[in-house]
């Protein structure tokens, strides 16, 4: 098993990455590459305590895509990049899983443009992985693509479902899709249509459709894989984000009202900290870009090395699980026109 | 003052909506009129105490609209209901504005065909207030319309900025477009259109337009509205809900983890009580359906007796305020198209 990192991508970039890298290696049975400036990678791994480590290895790249950067030319433009280099590595069969924490935008316009689409996929989707009490749900897509058609989001919802079946083990998944109401006759055009394509691959038994959920269900463990269009997935997904850090804000207000509240909120420190972790993107690990021919995983911009270590656990779990198999297998029930986008 | 309440729309009607007009009949200097099943509504307001208060008085109407009556059609088939005879009050002046707790729905078709839009507004909208730790945020449209064109953003921006100007009391409102990301040219083809739209009008200084947001925005005061198409809006708003709810059982869990953590939760017990109400539907009051002639409120369908009051607080403000004015006097900068919709 080898995985590449990017370890130019993120805030925290070199420095985090190395570091998660470092446990990273330490930790699992596992092989690292660190693409980017060798130098600076190899600094930061004599800081870091990794430089002895057989499992670790870098491999040089001169440039670095930016923020700055048009995302849909980075990986083109800068070919020397360490996000285009890791990518290459990837598709050439040099390591079986790559991570980046770098622009969203940029990667996968990359992972598209150089690893490539499976055959039949008309677009990747992003499926971040939320906490609702129970092994997860799989929110699909999540701002990969804005404008959505019927059929990306029965692609969605099979890349979605073989992704929970596969990484989170839900038997079954069950899929459902995100519409203004549970009724099956709610939504606009697209809900509507995209509707009827989920019910008829569920009555297939290809799928285990359960209908339309609301935003108000997402966290409730009512589905493992919520399908959506990248607009409102993005939406929804930053609007827990604000939600929560609203809330965690809010409390922090409530825990300094008082001198008795302080004592109180001394004693609940320790648990409450368990329940930020849950909503915090460094332990979730990193967002599986699906549809992909081989597993490219997005860590979040802000990556520490702790998010860096578990996106390592993440992209070993997907290249052993083999998702990118399930869905080239199972492309044929997942097309409804011959022609678009290929 | 005069305001009509619908008695029998919501979970707890029509005892919740008698109780809470009886305080507002206590409370506000305004004339209640309750629109149900006379001896029904009359045996709840004798067991509230409200019979001999002299601003209140009852209008009988033996049907009501129910979940089960399709929401486009329950207000034309069943004229007598409730919702039906509320809504030809207010049209004929026999009101100032009206409140029900009933199907949004059916709410919201049976105001446009009887109530009317403003000549020249396409679609009514749904404009709930958000809390943001300021004078809160109108998320507008919020389910009224899933499939939006540009020109129905550009509305709801203009009606969503006078609302927060005349009831928030905000000055020149900040209003932004909900998007995946703040960059000027992010989204899909509908959120690229109506930047365009919202851009020309904030040049023009009709509105106060601040640009693209994320749904990780909503609650952090930046902006006090914030324009989104009716199905985006509407899962952001479930999505915040749920979010709220998740968080409290979360928090609960930890509350009850141990015999130390329940003795700091009794400390804090009553300042998380306000923060629970600052996220309570039947504090915020109801939804103002915006784009209608006469104020038209809807209150959630769990009201109680503190929501139908807050509610009917609400209607009074709308009426004062006379938002539907300032949107019919500032139609000609609203319009792109002269004929579509009317």
């Keep these: 098993m080898k995985i590449i990192l990017d370890a130019m991508g993120g805030d925290n970039a070199p420095q985090a990455i190395v570091e998660g890298a470092v446990t990273a290696a330490k930790g699992f049975d596992a092989e690292i590459v660190l693409v ?6 190899k600094t930061c791994l004599a800081a870091a305590g990794g430089e002895g480590l057989a499992n670790i290895s ?28 890791a990518l290459r590595m990837v598709r050439d069969g040099e390591g079986d899983a790559m991570i980046s924490a770098g622009s969203t935008g940029a990667l996968l316009s990359g992972a ?29 897509d999540c701002g990969a693509t804005a404008d959505c058609t019927p059929e990306y989001l029965l692609q969605f919802a099979f890349m979605g479902s073989f992704y929970a079946e596969r990484i989170l083990g839900c038997e079954k998944p069950r899929v459902a899709l995100l519409n203004v109401g549970t009724e099956d006759t709610k939504g606009g055009e697209l809900q509507k249509a995209a509707f009827a394509l989920l019910k008829a691959a569920g009555d297939e038994g290809r799928i285990n459709f359960v209908g339309n959920a609301e935003g108000s ?7 493992d894989v919520l399908v959506a269009d990248g607009f409102a997935g993005n939406v929804m997904l930053k609007t827990v984000e604000g939600a929560a850090k609203f809330m965690f ?18 004693a609940v420190k320790k648990d409450l900290k368990g329940m930020k972790a849950m909503l915090d993107p460094s332990e979730v690990g990193g ?3 699906l549809g992909i021919t081989k597993p490219v995983i997005k860590a ?21 699980a083999d998702v990118a198999g399930a869905i080239a297998a199972n492309i044929d029930y997942m097309k409804i026109s011959a022609s678009e986008g290929e």
């Design 36 to 41: 980017g400036r060798e130098a600076e990678v």
């Design 58 to 85: 870098v491999v040089n790249a001169e440039e670095t895509v930016t923020m700055e950067d048009d995302p849909t030319r980075a990986c083109s433009r800068k070919k020397d990049s360490s996000m285009a280099v």
């Design 112 to 140: 598209t443009l150089i690893v490539k689409r499976i055959k039949g996929i008309r677009r990747a989707a992003m499926g971040p992985v939320l906490p609702n009490g129970h092994k997860g749900v799989v929110l699909i």
């Design 217 to 223: 269900d997402l966290l409730t463990g009512k589905m």
């Design 249 to 266: 804000s809010q409390l922090k207000g409530v825990f300094y009202a008082s001198a008795k509240n302080k004592l109180a909120a001394l």
């Design 287 to 289: 967002t599986a870009m």
């Design 300 to 320: 979040h911009g802000s990556s520490d090395a702790r998010a860096i270590y578990n996106a390592v656990r993440q992209a070993i779990a997907c290249a052993e």
